[in-house]
């Protein structure tokens, strides 16, 4: 019976924390950041060619579907989501690691 509660516990703790990044996830978005193509249209903490990841994440803060929403569009592009600006089409460009670090970091400005 005391095996079945830290299970229970176990899984519990894991589904609360399930798509929030941790530090670490935070620091290789990071790294992820700084050696990708993206800095050429955003920064962190002002707009550039594109939105500051700063407002990227405020913006998508408290969406359950966040991750997902924002992997989508980095990787297909978009356009008019932030204005008339385009933001090309980022598949092949950035590998799918490195863009799932990207879009961790930017969901920890909040």
Known sequence: MKASWVGI??????????????????????????????KGCHAVDYEGYGPAFQDIGRKYAG????????????????????????????????SDENISAIVDFILSFK
Do not use: R, Y
């Open 9 to 38: 516990a176990a899984a519990t703790a894991a589904l609360m924390f399930a798509g929030h990044a941790g530090a670490a996830d935070v620091e290789a978005g990071k790294l992820a950041f700084s050696k990708s193509v993206c």
């Open 63 to 94: 969406v359950a579907t966040a991750k997902e929403d924002l992997t989508k569009k980095i990787n297909n592009g978009t356009k008019g989501t932030w204005g008339d600006a385009e933001m090309p089409a980022q598949k092949g460009a950035v």
